[in-house]
Nanobody, 127 residues
Framework: QVQLVETGGGLVQAGGSLRLSCAAS????????VGWFRQAPAKERELLAT????????YYRGSVKDRFTIARDSAGNTVSLQMNSLKPEDTAVYYC????????????????????WGQGTQVTVSS
């Protein structure tokens, strides 16, 4: 029910940074959980981070919590993923997803918990 669009992907060298943005059309993110996922070639889609819009509660995958930051921007009605110290193994298609916040944030660690998905944005990290 929510149209999502990811922007900000591109080609960067190892050690560089990118900021991805997830924008919603048709409504605000109020009462939603928003997650960032990625899928590398020949690998399973994995959760990176989630945020509960109403109070800003976040969850991070352990392997990225020191380098990635998820944040909300109420003025722009977007959720960003700031990615620093990028590595070649971060190369993947990055997706944002949204789900109605019916349960605690722990319930939204699986991709199947999300109702709406963006089209994805490619991030390529070269060495």
């Amino acid at each position: 029910q929510v149209q999502l669009v990811e922007t900000g992907g591109g080609l960067v060298q190892a050690g560089g940074s990118l900021r991805l943005s997830c924008a919603a059309s048709g409504r605000t993110f109020t009462n939603y959980i928003v997650g960032w996922f990625r899928q590398a070639p020949a690998k399973e889609r994995e959760l990176l981070a989630t945020i509960r819009w109403n109070d800003g509660t976040t969850y991070y995958r352990g392997s990225v919590k020191d380098r990635f930051t998820i944040a909300r921007d109420s003025a722009g009605n977007t959720v960003s993923l700031q990615m620093n110290s990028l590595k070649p193994e971060d190369t993947a298609v990055y997706y944002c997803a949204a789900a109605t916040a019916r349960f605690t944030i722990d319930w939204y660690r699986r991709s199947a918990s999300y109702e709406d998905w963006g089209q994805g944005t490619q991030v390529t990290v070269s060495s």
